[in-house]
DNA sequence: GATAAAATGCTCAAAATGAGCATATGAGTT
DNA sequence: AACTCATATGCTCATTTTGAGCATTTTATC
């Protein structure tokens, strides 16, 4: 029998009976007051950060949906953006390395909500994400993170060879290479790989060297690992969609967009480029209005020209190259 | 308590068990011969095409390990490159509409190998995935197909106002909107809710009133919507990440790599200009060799320089404007 | 009224892009 | 051997898009 004809011949080929499995659901749900972009961060009864988590239930009509409500139900807060980001389902996503470990499979979303609500409860909070990722935020130029890493990074891709080493150039803007925002997933699989994050160390009974300003806080499970791919999409994603704007509230200044992205990015970016690149998308339109406590000239109010998302399928903010300087 | 507390409080905080439920794969597994792309098709018991699905096992250490498994294992094809598509869990992806239908999550797979052997067998096949999509070739020039469904969309889009005018326009590149060719999903999506696919009317049970030639092969559950998610997933994909080599054999020439890319983009490329950016991003070199079975000048023959993908962090092969003439 | 701090306006060189003309080199034909 | 086809390959050019930075405007504050 040919191997493709065993391949037609397996269950497989109709719908019938899979395997059943532990399912839950893990939300990144993000905003952003001020200058830093924050997650919805819950306490376990261990102790440690965790994203709010929880069974799939099956009443909704579309996972998302189901997403929806439950974080709706809540928080009563509005989610204005949900993305799917990924189904995780490693074997070592377990806490504890037990053999039996039943496999889980956990849906990660992003969720992005326009305002942080105080939160009122000791074990819930808003918390900036570059407090996981420390190394990512440039905004004030090379993080000190990246300082102290460098050189217990540099240690491990020694062993692996002219590959390894590569890939830490390129993924850690190390040697002449440039920073890409945007690989935040590949750098903490490579810190995880090279065990300098704490969940990795957990996971083989190790201890912990690095001072946490400089590996991050630690997350329960795999959670760091779904805040990693959220970011990272999210830096993408506003480049090529209008989704900052669910962040921002209905009025609001170029620069105080500009904020925002770089909140988001983790860079700077080139003032007058991104206005020029804002305005010219026909992305934003003037209020009218100025808001004049900005210390200096008084700044056109703008909003969001909601026709542009049917208008144009919704380009994103494109950035202008990050500051040089 | 504050809302933020209950949710803090739920059990979702911890990692506790989850819901249990029917967990699947599936796969669009993509080869691509001659001019055209094509998938691994199979025949379900109730005579539709399907793609190879089946059920999750828990053996693996990672989901994507799983997938490989499972797909070499009965194939002995060597799976070049695997990514996640999409974790589909909606309700209506049941073939009938029962009321107790339990909700099935599937996870969608795309997988390309380098070769489409013969399969040999009459219940497993490659086909063209045009097959499904005959709207998304735009090779020869304006498909048929899109012709075909142009009336009965308008007068759908015209129940939707504006708002469903302008999505129809943006998506299908009707009335001067230029197309793009990664909407494959949005594309299906909105025929799917115009009523114009088999898969919709087979779920509300309607007769089926367009030829097949324009409304496409329809496939099992909702295995079309996959196959489109692995469509424009890919299409997305060539243009950053040089996944196109993973369908080319070891040598080739760049008109057989940009017939390659135009296959699966389905839309004509500027010839001069496919060379340029593919050479000058240096992602493939000379064997020293050519081949003069072209019909023409003989083409020199070309590699795929492995080392870019390290290198440079795998570029892709950027599309130059699609040929307008 | 001077000064500081932004916001806004504008310029310019470099790089990337979209098109198309021109030439090269084989196979098959006359 | 000259000629014709059919591609492959080389090169040019106008336009757009970027990346950078200088200059001017408009408030609040000293």
Redesign the interface.
């Known amino acids: 029998m040919?191997?493709?004809?065993?391949?037609?011949?397996?269950?497989?080929?109709?719908?019938g009976?899979?395997?059943?499995?532990?399912?839950?659901l893990t939300a990144a749900i993000v905003a952003a007051t001020g200058e830093e972009p924050r997650v919805?961060v819950?306490?376990?009864?261990?102790g440690s950060d965790?994203l709010?988590?929880?069974?799939?239930?099956?009443q909704?009509?579309?996972?998302e949906a189901g997403l929806r409500n439950w974080?709706e139900r809540?928080?009563?807060?509005a989610l204005g953006y949900v993305e799917?980001l990924?189904?995780?389902?490693?074997?070592?996503r377990r806490?504890t390395d037990g053999e039996g470990a039943?496999?889980?499979?956990s849906?990660g979303y992003l969720a992005l909500v326009r305002e942080a609500?105080p939160?009122?409860?000791a074990?819930?909070s808003w918390q900036s994400w570059y407090r996981y990722f420390p190394w990512e935020d440039w905004r004030g130029g090379r993080p000190a993170a990246i300082a102290a890493l460098e050189p217990p990074l540099r240690e491990w891709a020694a062993q692996g060879g002219k590959?390894g080493q590569?890939?830490l150039r390129?993924?850690f803007g190390l040697g002449g290479a440039r920073w890409?925002e945007e690989?935040v997933l590949e750098r903490y699989e490579l810190l995880y790989e090279a065990g300098l994050v704490p969940e990795r160390l957990r996971d083989r009974n190790e201890g912990a060297p690095l001072p946490e300003a400089a590996r991050g806080v630690a997350m329960?499970?795999d959670h760091r690992r779904v805040l990693a791919t959220a970011i990272g999409r999210l830096r993408g994603k506003i480049k090529y969609r209008p989704v900052v704007f669910e962040l921002m509230p209905s009025a609001f200044t170029l620069s105080e967009l500009q904020r925002m992205v770089e909140a988001l990015s983790g860079v700077r970016l080139h003032k007058q480029n991104f206005r020029r690149l804002v305005e010219q998308q026909g992305l934003v339109e003037e209020t009218g209005d100025t808001r004049s406590e900005t210390g200096g000239r008084p700044a056109r109010l703008m909003r969001y020209r909601r026709e542009v998302l049917?208008?144009?399928?919704a380009p994103g903010v494109r950035l202008p190259a990050m500051r040089r300087t």
Do not use: C, W
């Open positions: 040919s191997d493709i004809r065993k391949l037609a011949a397996m269950p497989a080929a109709d719908t009976a899979p395997a059943a499995l532990a399912v839950g919805l819950v306490r376990t009864a261990q965790a709010p988590s929880g069974p799939l239930e099956a909704h009509r579309t996972l974080v809540r928080t009563h807060q799917q990924y189904t995780f389902g490693d074997r070592d806490e039943q496999r889980a499979l849906l609500r939160t009122g409860a074990d819930a590959l590569e890939r390129l993924n890409n690989r329960a499970v049917v208008e144009r399928l």
